[in-house]
């Protein structure tokens, strides 16, 4: 049987194979209980495709339920990723910076976008220290070599050379 998701993901959801995938059932029926924890999880299946074809929105729309309590630092992560590549939803870098800066757990990506978004002003207000600031928090990434290395070889904010952006 092949599990297809259309925008209306819980009643696809709902019809999977449940003898196969007894978990994403009881994670559903949870959620429509009031559990906000397995909104997560149902976010997760439809982002990586288990159980259920990827649909990247519907994973958008189960993040927003838990995120949008504020206890979910995960959800928003996710959240601004999906914001800030344009996966299952327009790019919009000011939803990706609202929710990156409600996660407030130290995660390495998190602070190469926030890094990038307000080094180039996208979706915030332009700040090339905070930028800067994001980006040597993240750990190594092409994010962090890209927004560090555009800012010393343009000299900007800390006044170092282009040997210095080189070395990055």
Not at 126 to 144: C, I, T, V
């Amino acid at each position: 049987m092949v599990i297809t998701t259309s925008m209306d993901g819980e009643n696809t959801f709902r019809q999977s194979r449940e003898r196969k995938f007894p978990l994403c059932a009881r994670a559903l029926k949870a959620a429509e209980a009031g559990h906000l924890w397995s909104w997560h999880i149902i976010g997760d299946i439809y982002w990586n495709g288990r159980a259920v074809e990827r649909n990247l929105p519907y994973a958008l729309e189960c993040y927003k339920k838990t995120a949008s309590y504020g206890n979910d630092s995960y959800a928003c992560r996710q959240l601004g990723r999906l914001y800030f590549n344009g996966w299952g939803t327009a790019v919009d870098y000011a939803q990706a910076v609202q929710w990156l800066e409600r996660d407030k757990e130290p995660e390495g990506f998190k602070y190469d976008l926030l890094g990038i978004c307000y080094l180039l002003g996208r979706g915030c207000q332009q700040n090339p220290a905070r930028g800067k600031a994001f980006l040597e928090k993240s750990q190594d990434s092409p994010y962090k070599s890209y927004g560090l290395g555009m800012m010393y070889a343009g000299a900007s904010v800390c006044g170092r050379t282009l040997k210095r952006a080189w070395s990055i």
